[in-house]
Each structure stands twice: as C-alpha cells, then as structure tokens.
C-alpha cells in the first residue's frame, strides 16, 4: 500500500501538495491525520469539480504500507501514527519538501527538497516536467498553496522557481480571482471573536534587540485554521514578526509569520516540536496552556535571535569622572563613595577624555605616598573607546580581549557613558535566565511595554495624567518614569495609586510647569531636588529628579548627587523596587528593568542590590521583613545572612530611634503584621526596639490576643473608629513598666497622641483593669465610670492582656452595649427646664447617664421629670 500523508495542522500549502503528490502516485491513498478544518472545505468549495478523498490515519493498517510519500514535511513528531513505521525494515520513504533540512529529519530513499517558497512550487515543477495533465480547479488549487506560503510572492523567502511554478499553473487555467477570493475571505464570527483575543493580548517584546510580537488566546471550542488569524493579524497590526498561540481543549496550535531576516520562524519552530520555512511557521504543543507555551516560545525565541545591541542602550550615563588634577586621594574617595572601581580622567580645559585611572593604580600610589600627587601621572592614556553606535563585540574585545576594566563611551569628544565588564557580563545573563515577566531576561531594561497592562490595571483618569506628564517633560526635554511600589505593585496586579516620578532632568522645574496647566500646588524640596504635586481634590504625586545617594557612615543620612535614571534605581532598597516605566510619548509603557525586578517578582524573592546595603541603611531590614510578609515572598539567603550579619555588628546603634520607629509603626499597619513581628523576632531584631522586647511565649500570645481583639471589634461595625496599629504597638511593649516607657518614648523621639496613649497603657488602662477585676455584680453605671475615661485603642489591648474571662467580658460588654451611650437632654434642654447655667447643668446630665445606663429611665419624657424631680430636691450629690 502507498500512502501519501503531510504534517498534522492542515492549511493550503499542504492540501495542494497532497493533491499534486497523487498526481504523481496515482494509486497512492491520501491520508491525514485527524479531521480537515472545517474553514478550510467551505474555503475550497469553489473548486467545484476536485475530489477530496481523504481516508482517516486511524483507519489505515500500518503493517500494509511497504510506501510512504511524506509531502511537506519531513519530521517524525509532526506526522502522527505514521512516525511508528519510519524505522521498519524495507518501507520506501519519499520525501518531497521545502523546509530547511534538521538533524532530526526522516531519511528516506527518495528525498526532493528545495528550499522554495512552498512544497507545492517542487511537485508542480515535477508535474510540468513529467507533462502530467491537469485540470483548471487543479492549478487553481496549487496556485493556492504558493501563494499562501509566499505571500502572493512577495515573502523573503520567494524564488525564481515559485515564480516559474506560478507561470505554469497560469499557464493552466489557474484562476487568480478565486486565489484572491479564498485568500481574503470574509472572516467568520468565531474567528472574529479569537481574533479579538489574540488582538487585546498582543504583546511587543525586544528579544536580543529584535521586535516580536507575540499573542495568545484561550479557544476552547475553535474550529477554524489558525493560519488565517495568522495572517489577519499580520494584515491588521503591520508587524514584522509575529508568533500566536491559539489554545484548543488539551494543546496550544502555534503559528508564525516573518517578514524580517532576523528571526527565521521554521527554526524557532523546530525547536518547540513544530517545523517550517523562514517566513511561516507553526507547532503544537500538548499538555500546556497558552500562557506556557508563551514560556516555551520565549525561551526557543531567545536561543535562536543573536542579539543586537549597542553601546548607547547597555552603558552608564551620566558617568563619574574625574579631571586630571584630581589628586589620587580624593579619587580614591570617590571610587569608594560611588562604590566604583575605576574612572575616566578628562582634561581640566575642554573636558574631553584624557585617560583612566583604576582602583588598583589608586591603591598602589597611596602605598607608595603618592596620595597627593595629580591622576594625570599615572591614569592610561593609551586605553580604548567606543561610540555609542559601537557594537557588543567591539565592546567585547576591549573588555575582555584587551583586559580593560572601564571602555569609556565618547561621542564628540566629550564622555556620555561607561562600559564596564559587569555590564557586559549583565548583558549575557540576561539571555539565559529565565523571566516569565520579562522575555529578554532578568535585567533586560529595553523594550517591554505594559501599556495595555497599564490601561487595564489603572482607572482612565491616572492614565491620562501619566501621558500628560510625558508629554510634558518631552517638550522641557527630559524624560520621565514612574518607579518605585506603583511599578512593583502593578506587575504584581496589586492596587496601588501611590505615584513616584523620576525625572532626568530637573524635577522641580517639571512640577512647576506640570502644575501651571493643572491649576495644582508644589511644595517642593530643594535640598533633595523633590517635589510633590498637590491636586485639587487633594491627590498627590511624588517627582524626584534622578539622583545618587551616598552614606558618610553608616545607619546616616544620604547625602544626594544628580545621577542617572540607572544609578537613582540602584540606590533602593530591593530588586523587587527598581523597576521604572517610561512615560514618554512614543516610550508610554515601556518597562525598565536593570537589576532583575521581575526575575524576583517571580521567583517571590525579596533582594538587595548590594552587600553593604543594609550596613547603610539598617531599616531596609524591617521593610524586608515587613514586604516579605505582605507579598508572601521569601528573602534571599543571601539577602537573610546579610541581615543576620548587621544584627551582630549592632548595625542600629547609629540609627535615631525615630527612624526604627516609623518603620515599626509601618509594619504594625500591614495586615500580617503579628507575622512580621514574630519574623523580626526570629532575627533577633526586636531587641533594637528595646531589650525587654524578645516576643516570648507569652509576648506572642498577647499579640494574637490583641489581633484576635481588632478582628472582634471589626465585626461590630461601630462607628467609633480604631487604629488598630496603636493596639498592637501596646501589646508589643507590654514587658515594659510605666519607667521604661517614658525613657522609651523620650529616646524614640515619640510624642503627641501615641505617646499619651502608650504610657495611658500603662498608667490609667491598667488601673481600670484592677479595679474591674476587684469588682462583683456591678451596675453598668459603675463599669461605665470606669472605663468611659480609657481610650477605646487601650481598652481592646486590655482585653489582649488580661488573662481572666470576666473581666474581658466585662471590658467587651462596655465596648459593644454601654459605649456611646448619651443622654436625650442636653445643656441647653436644661437650662430651658430651668436649671441654672452653672455647673449644675453637667452633674445633672451625669445623673441622668447613670440612669439611664441602669435602665431606670429610657424616654425624653422620663429624663425630663428626673431633671425636675433633681432641681426640685436641690443640688443632687453624686
């Protein structure tokens, strides 16, 4: 038996060779495995006078097949069950195809391969040479296939020979009409409605510095060719590359089309299973869901695309440099203050390069008492640049070929950058590790936009301004980024309209001109070059013009340097922080990520970006405890040892105690915040809030009482409000006396409010506490006295902290019956019943509460004749 089958997804390309195949082995049966689309039968109606006998694979006996004519393909995962008979003994294999040859291919006895622009430009050829008759729907239907798979010859990958094969058919009777007419048939509801999908899910990535478009579409019931939303696509969005994924029941249909050199799409697909010619492709993948296969596209994407970058978009800009009278001490200062280990050396007159100067040299010099002595003695003139145009190999070979620390990036004569082996060495990362977020990989910063995550995410109005002020600071010549917890918190799809801007520029003068055509207020900064926008209605936005902190030592203040964008996200705290958004006109969306922001977010890692970050800064601690908790994401172990490390060296001690405080107060308002604490525990970090602070068994379990008191009082919906950060703040400190708490606040800078209701905890509430405990069978009037003067913040901690249940009873059935309760009368009500103004009026009203809280009177009317009956018997006692 002869069989002629191809690859398992159908479209034009194929068919026409199947036909044209049994032009050539008459006796052959045409087989396919699996159904032919529905799309594709109505789309060949009109070729009326064709025959399609199509026998089913699985009602083909393998064991009879001694012949097997493979059109189209020559890959054993894409042609079914027949991949089980390739490798028997004595079966003839004919092969005629025109994709590129793999290591993997089907060999076979006969094998005609061409890389034409379709298989079906080879069997025509083969039908004209061997003067095979053929019908007008015949040529009609091969001149389907080529100009499918040629784009009406006007892919890349067309040849002389599809051209010469199109003549022929021509020639024929092929009739270019219906071609057109079946090409650019009117797309059905159910393709319009996957389309749409696939259209809302387009995403533009730069992978290895080449655009691809790629989009995926859950299609459970779809029925159509893939193939034609393929090309709908590529007519409607104009795209160069594009890759869909179209996920149908248990496996994902992928299709790609080309028009770039850069990105052969047959060999991205045959390294997902699939197969193709440079310019259309397809694959499918079973077992995956579309957002997978995404996954497993990008990866194949990324080992198939050599990267094409330049200096200009992986260099540091503005750089650090020095002039060439700087003595050698202060360079070294500044190496160590930026953390760098080397510099560019410009001349003192005109600023253009004159040499580098590295740690190494610094060091040596000094070692040798010339601290003192210029950097123009002893920097390398003989060094290398490049432009900012230069190639990655260029800049390869200087970095690496010649062992240069530092290339400086020059462009008419002056410094715009610099180029260090870590920058190099970042690029090459980012292709290999893995990032669901990113598809360039962690640290990729180019080319990713989130515009229409954006526009889902956040309501219109915040978008608009977030254009406005792009636009903005493209006309003072500047650009603009959202960074910061909005950047983080919106790819993590959290809510979060707390809005940072960074400007690389002047960040003042953005906010006084954004505000002049938004009628809004700045208060401004000058010291740190911050403002905030204040709106109308009382909405604020934060802008900072990118800047470098340093520390004089540690646990200090930073001290603040104009910088780039990429050095100003470097001075934060986490990974998980650095990212930006670019808010540019032509740039809106575009997402920025140097430091493997999104690598993090997906591995759920919190991260700093330094060793000395938290000897710097020794509160990054409690934010890494109090994010790890919020996101339920773990901390590095790195990240954890060098938090463990600054806890030894008692890296706090040179922190005011304001600052730990507001990072305290921070975590008590998170929803875990009982979580945090025991974290801050377990680090042994509580003792740099106070000694006495160590969250033991019965600390703990006064935390998840107070806890347990809010989630309570929550349930009740009073309109009385809480803060239920102050009540946890109480239980926190419960091992401290009334002493230690007024030394606490004083040290800790505490004041106002909160340092009224700490030491109210400790002085008032527990009074209360003893007195409810001492009392039996009280009236509510007596509980009321009691507890009416404690604030209702100490009152649910004293619940936390007493252990016995009837006096947590007590204290909850004031909260919930007896709080708030008020006389009908009032002052004035008084006063016209004739009680003198004096006080008299207040120890009146306080006997009428009393009643009424014992239910000895409920009604005005009732209240009003106490009053009388009160001022009758003169001045009441009570």
Not at 263 to 285: D, F, K, M, W, Y
Not at 832 to 854: A, M, N, T
Request: with cysteine; proline share 4%; glycine share 8%.
């Amino acid at each position: 038996m002869e069989v002629i089958t191809a690859h398992i997804n159908a479209d034009f390309d194929m068919i026409a060779s199947m036909v044209a195949a049994k032009k050539l082995y008459p006796e052959a049966e045409t087989v396919l495995d699996g159904s032919l689309e529905k799309s594709i039968e109505d789309s060949l109606k009109p070729l009326s006078t064709l025959e399609f006998k199509w026998k089913r694979a699985k009602d083909v006996d393998l064991d009879k097949i001694d012949r097997l004519i493979l059109v189209d393909i020559r890959h054993r995962s894409r042609i079914g069950r027949f991949s089980k008979v390739v490798d028997r003994p004595g079966i003839e294999i004919h092969i005629y195809d025109h994709h590129p040859s793999t290591p993997e291919d089907i060999r076979g006895s006969l094998e005609v391969t061409h890389p034409y622009g379709s298989t079906t430009t080879i069997l025509a050829l083969k039908i004209k040479e061997e003067r095979i008759a053929i019908t007008e729907d015949e040529a009609t239907l091969f001149m389907l296939g080529i100009y499918e798979d040629t784009g009406s010859l006007s892919y890349a990958s067309t040849k002389v020979e599809d051209y010469e094969a199109s003549a022929f058919l021509l020639s024929k009777g092929a009739d270019l009409g219906r071609v057109a007419s079946i090409l650019k048939r009117e797309i059905t509801p159910e393709e319009l409605h996957v389309l749409d999908g696939l259209i809302q899910s387009s995403t533009n990535y730069a992978i290895c510095g080449v655009d691809v478009v790629i989009a995926e579409t859950p299609a459970e019931g779809y029925t159509g060719q893939v193939s034609v939303l393929a090309h709908r696509m590529m007519e409607i969005e104009n795209v160069d590359c594009l890759f869909i994924l179209v996920g149908v029941r248990d496996r994902v249909h992928m299709v790609a089309r080309s028009r770039t050199r850069d990105v052969n799409v047959g060999e991205v697909a045959q390294r997902i299973g699939g197969g193709g010619h440079p310019t259309a492709a397809s694959a499918t993948l079973k077992g995956v869901t579309p957002i997978q296969a995404r996954e497993i596209l990008i990866n194949a994407l990324k080992e198939h695309i050599t990267p094409k970058k330049h200096a200009g978009e992986i260099m540091s800009a503005p750089p650090k440099t020095v002039s060439a009278e700087t003595t050698i001490e202060a360079a070294r200062e500044i190496l160590t203050r930026y953390n760098i280990n080397a510099l560019p050396v410009v001349s003192s007159d005109d600023k253009t390069l004159a040499g580098v100067i590295t740690r190494q040299v610094i060091e040596k010099a000094i070692y040798h008492s010339l601290g003192k002595a210029p950097v123009e003695d002893y920097m390398t003139i003989d060094g290398e640049h490049v432009t900012p145009r230069a190639s990655i190999d260029k800049i390869r070979e200087s970095l690496i070929g010649h062992g240069y620390r530092l290339l400086p990036v020059v462009e008419e004569g002056k410094v715009v950058g610099v180029i260090t082996r870590t920058d190099l060495l970042r690029l090459y990362h980012e292709e290999l590790v893995e990032n669901p977020f990113s598809p360039s990989g962690a640290g990729r910063h180019r080319r990713k936009n989130i515009a229409k995550l954006m526009k889902v995410r956040l309501p219109d109005w915040l978008v608009d301004l977030l254009k406005e002020a792009g636009n903005v600071a493209e006309r003072l010549g500047w650009r603009i980024y959202a960074v910061g917890g909005f950047v983080r918190d919106l790819m993590l799809r959290r809510e979060n309209l707390d809005i940072d801007l960074v400007i690389e520029g002047d960040g003042i003068a953005f906010a006084k001109e954004f505000a002049s055509r938004r009628e809004c207020r700045v208060r401004t900064h000058e010291r740190f070059g911050t403002a905030v926008i204040i709106f109308p209605d009382g909405f604020k936005v934060d802008v900072a013009t990118a800047r470098l902190e340093y520390y004089e030592r540690a646990g200090a203040l930073p001290t603040v340097e104009l910088s780039s964008l990429k050095l100003d996200l470097f001075r934060r705290d986490f990974t998980i922080n650095t990212m930006a958004i670019e808010l540019t006109s032509g740039r809106f969306g575009k997402l920025l990520d140097f430091f493997g922001g999104q690598r993090d977010i997906k591995e759920r890692s919190i991260r700093v970006l330094h060793n000395l970050s938290f000897i710097e800064d020794p509160t990054r601690v409690f934010r890494a405890v109090r994010l790890s908790e919020r996101f339920g994401f773990k901390i590095a172990a790195h990240t954890l040892k060098l938090i463990k490390n600054a806890a030894k060296i008692e890296a706090f001690r040179n922190i005011k105690g304001r600052r730990i405080v507001d990072e305290l107060i921070l975590i008590l308002k998170e929803g875990r915040a009982v979580d945090s604490l025991k974290r801050l525990g377990e680090l042994g970090l509580l003792k740099f809030i106070h000694p006495k602070i160590t969250l033991d068994r019965e600390g703990f379990f006064i935390l998840e009482r107070a806890r347990d008191a809010l989630s309570w009082y929550e349930l009740l919906y009073k309109e009385r409000p809480v803060e239920p950060w102050i009540v946890l703040f109480l239980a926190l400190l419960d091992p401290l006396d009334i002493d230690e708490l007024e030394r606490f606040t004083g040290d800790m800078n505490i004041s106002g409010r909160l340092r009224s209701l700490l030491l109210e905890g400790k002085g008032e509430g527990p009074k209360a506490l003893i007195r409810i405990a001492e009392r039996t069978d009280m009236r509510n009037s007596e509980i009321n006295e009691i507890l009416r003067p404690v604030s209702l913040e100490v009152l649910l901690y004293l619940m936390a902290k007493t252990g016995k249940e009837k006096t947590r009873k007590t204290i909850s059935y004031f909260i919930t019956n007896l709080n708030g309760i008020k006389t009908i009368l009032n002052g004035r009500d008084l006063i016209k019943l004739g009680v003198p103004e004096s006080p008299l009026c207040g120890r009146i009203l306080d006997i009428l509460l009393k009643k009424r809280l014992d239910g000895e009177i409920k009604t005005r009317d009732e209240e009003e004749k106490a009053a009388e009956n009160l001022l009758k018997e003169g001045a009441p006692v009570g």
